[in-house]
């Protein structure tokens, strides 16, 4: 496996469930953020790094991949268990591992398989002696009772639990995970990007509609328990705000990609098609990308979390419709709470609330300042936290420096 070139004494850093290039555009702004704020940090304490991801999801040509971020094995159970696999070679080769666990994918909410890869990885690393950082992310819920025991041990054992909202830390202390915690901010608030332009004559309002949740979940049968009828609700705010003087809905997928139920592009080209007069922005494939279109918006309403953070991160006003703790944790800690509950709201009072937040976006834009200040601590929390724990790294490395 190539890698960037370097000296030897620069720290190798596992990137555990960061996956650069993801079809899921979130999971890429995690990625290319939380690497960042390492970089910074290493920067703060006169360290060199360089970065090798270990997950899913990359695809072959990945656009804007930083020169010191080298695309490494996928995990395999099967080689895990056998003992001899690249990842656990390149785990081993690390001097420490971030996992950020795709953002909220430590939790059995999305079933089995995905729980066995997010635990099982983690274990791995435990038993190899490498350093385990659980980045800033939503952790839970485990509502299976022994995946919840084997999660909690995962923490114990972890060098450092990082939770991004108040919900999370409360878990971890309802759990008995106490020592080496700390709560931060969802990373890709931290996300670079270049800000465009507001139109002069037209209101833009961006929609992003999940494919996820408007294909009714990953089976069809609604096992994210939607209390809305989300199809419908997106259909009235595309007609309620299309019929308003000078407002021009853009359409904007975050998950990319042509296939499957949790893809946002078909359901982005259906809405379309049934409303001509929308406009379907361009399918990006870099999160900074769609961030910088999405801050030339003038009010956001969106169904992935990290299509609402790269609004609220760009101070644009927007609206979330949750579909999970994660969205209510983390607005919540921001004192930002104008948005919809989507599994226990109503179908007329979430439209309300889009409505009115639309005609009062100038005050979410007020409170946005407020969550960002807040936010913009916390990272720099984060970032510090990270340079201490490097130099402690670099010391037990070359005690003699």
């Known amino acids: 496996m190539a890698r960037p070139q370097s000296s030897t004494s620069a720290l190798q850093i596992g990137l555990l469930w960061h996956t650069f290039g993801h079809v899921n555009l979130g999971v890429d702004a995690l990625a290319r953020a939380d690497a960042e704020l390492i970089r910074r940090a290493a920067n703060d304490c006169g360290a060199e790094v360089r970065f090798v991801t270990l997950g899913f999801g990359a695809r072959q040509d990945i656009p804007n991949l930083p020169s010191d971020v080298t695309i490494g094995p996928h995990p395999s159970i099967k080689q895990l268990v056998r003992g001899r696999s690249e990842f656990l070679r390149v785990v081993r080769n690390s001097d420490v591992v971030f996992d950020i666990g795709e953002g909220d994918s430590f939790s059995d909410i999305y079933g089995m398989h995905r729980y066995s890869f997010q635990t099982g990885t983690k274990i791995a690393v435990l038993m190899s002696g490498t350093p385990l950082v659980l980045a800033p992310q939503t952790i839970g819920p485990f509502d299976n009772p022994v995946r919840r025991a084997l999660a909690t041990q995962v923490m114990h054992k972890a060098t450092a639990v990082y939770a991004r909202d108040d919900l999370s830390t409360a878990f971890l202390e309802k759990v008995g995970v106490r020592k080496n915690i700390a709560e931060f901010m969802d990373v890709a608030f931290a996300l670079p990007f270049e800000r465009n332009a507001k139109s002069t004559d037209k209101v833009r309002v961006g929609l992003n509609v999940s494919g996820l949740l408007y294909n009714g979940g990953y089976t069809g049968k609604n096992e994210l328990g939607m209390s809305l009828d989300y199809q419908r609700l997106n259909h009235e705010i595309i007609e309620a705000l299309s019929s308003r003087p000078n407002v021009e809905v853009h359409l904007v997928s975050h998950v990319i990609g042509e296939e499957g139920p949790d893809t946002d592009v078909p359901v982005a080209r259906k809405l379309a098609a049934r409303y001509p007069g929308t406009v379907l922005a361009p399918i990006f494939e870099a ?25 609220f991160s760009a101070g644009v006003p927007v609206v979330p419709v949750a579909y999970s703790r994660k969205f209510n944790g983390l607005f919540g800690t921001l004192g930002y709470n104008h948005f919809v509950d989507g599994r226990a709201s109503t179908n007329e009072a979430a439209l309300a609330t889009v409505l009115a937040a639309f005609e009062e976006r100038a005050k979410l834009a007020e409170d946005i300042q407020v969550g960002l200040g807040k936010a913009s601590i916390r990272l720099a929390a984060y970032q510090a936290r990270i340079a201490s724990l490097l130099t402690d790294i670099m010391r037990k490395k070359n005690p003699q420096a």
């Open 287 to 311: 999160a900074e990308d769609v961030k910088a279109y999405i801050s030339g918006m003038d009010f956001m309403v969106a169904g992935r979390m990290h299509a609402c953070i790269g609004a």
